[in-house]
């Protein structure tokens, strides 16, 4: 029984973390962005009326698509082998290509 409470708590926690760790890799990149002056954004926005609404959608656009970019590959990176994860279900059958072969018909012509 405590075995099956402390599983989901730290699938919580690794997913907390990811999600701070892809929201920190987005700022440090639109800072990135703001700090090289790439296509003169920073010139722009410097002048602009609107700095702060500006601001906020590149930070938080950049943050949240980093977020989930790491949140979505910690997912797709958890253990599939049934000695290291007790979850349910079976493995999906993996299919691979048929070959045949066919026989090549002369030109007409």
């Known amino acids: 029984m405590q075995q099956s409470r402390t599983k ?3 699938l919580v926690r690794m997913m ?3 999600w701070a760790f892809g929201w920190a890799v987005g700022f440090i990149c639109a800072a990135g962005v703001l ?3 790439v ?3 920073w010139d722009m926005v410097s002048k602009s009326d609107s700095m702060g ?13 980093f977020a989930g970019v790491v949140a979505a590959t910690a997912i797709m990176l958890l253990p599939t082998d049934e ?8 493995r999906a059958p993996i299919l691979l290509p048929a070959y045949a072969f066919a026989r090549i018909r002369r030109t007409r012509g």
């Not at 000695?83 to 079976?90: A, M």
């Open 53 to 65: 609404l500006f601001l906020v959608l590149l930070f938080g656009s950049f943050g949240v698509t």
């Open 39 to 41: 296509g003169h954004i």
């Open 8 to 10: 989901p708590n730290r």
């Open 83 to 90: 000695q290291d994860w007790r979850g349910g279900g079976t």
């Open 16 to 18: 907390i973390l990811n």
């Open 35 to 37: 700090a090289s002056n």
